[in-house]
């Protein structure tokens, strides 16, 4: 990650800018590998807004404060969902996203929830640069397992039962 990108918490002034960062991300993909009806779909401002007032909204800044990458969670059948998590393509690649997660996973450990869980498109994976990193089903981060699965969330606990 670059040393002059930070982590945190969202403020409202950085609620704007996220959005585009949502189009800009989802730009990268092919028109086959997301659908249309997601392709230019961005989350409502009121969405974001009550994200950030209860704390489950995270940013990642350059030097000069812009907003370059964003995670948001939801509680989903109480335990924590990773809704979305972007970096603008412009600054991909560089371990701001994988950082972004790390606060993500560091706040639910301390909330102690049971597993995180989040929606993805399978045959597309996690990628850095041109090559998938991640195509399986269920992934151990630290203490908490993540269900992925192909367009519909996955609940699994740590001791790898569904819930």
């Known amino acids: 990650m670059p040393a002059n990108c930070t982590i945190s918490f969202a403020r409202p002034e950085h609620l ?3 959005p585009g960062i949502q189009v800009a991300a989802t730009s990268v993909f092919a028109e086959s590998d997301v659908p249309l009806d997601i392709r230019y779909r ?8 009550a994200a950030q007032e209860s704390g489950q909204l995270w940013i990642a800044t350059d030097g000069n404060d ?12 109480g ?10 393509p412009e600054h991909a690649r560089r371990g701001i996203g994988s950082a972004i997660l790390r606060a993500v996973i560091d706040w639910a450990e301390r909330q102690q929830y ?6 993805t498109f399978r045959h597309l994976g996690y990628f850095r640069g041109e090559k ?5 089903d269920i992934v151990l981060v ?13 609940f699994i606990n740590r001791s790898n039962q569904c819930l």
């Open 114 to 119: 049971a597993a995180m869980t989040l929606v």
């Open 132 to 136: 998938p990193i991640l195509r399986i």
């Open 79 to 88: 335990l924590a969902h990773l809704d979305d998590l972007d970096v603008h």
């Open 16 to 18: 704007k800018a996220i």
């Open 66 to 77: 812009h907003v370059i990458g964003y995670a948001m969670v939801y509680i989903l059948d």
């Open 42 to 49: 961005t989350t409502a401002m009121d969405v974001l807004q």
């Open 142 to 154: 630290g203490t908490l397992v993540f269900a992925v699965k192909e367009r519909l969330p996955a």
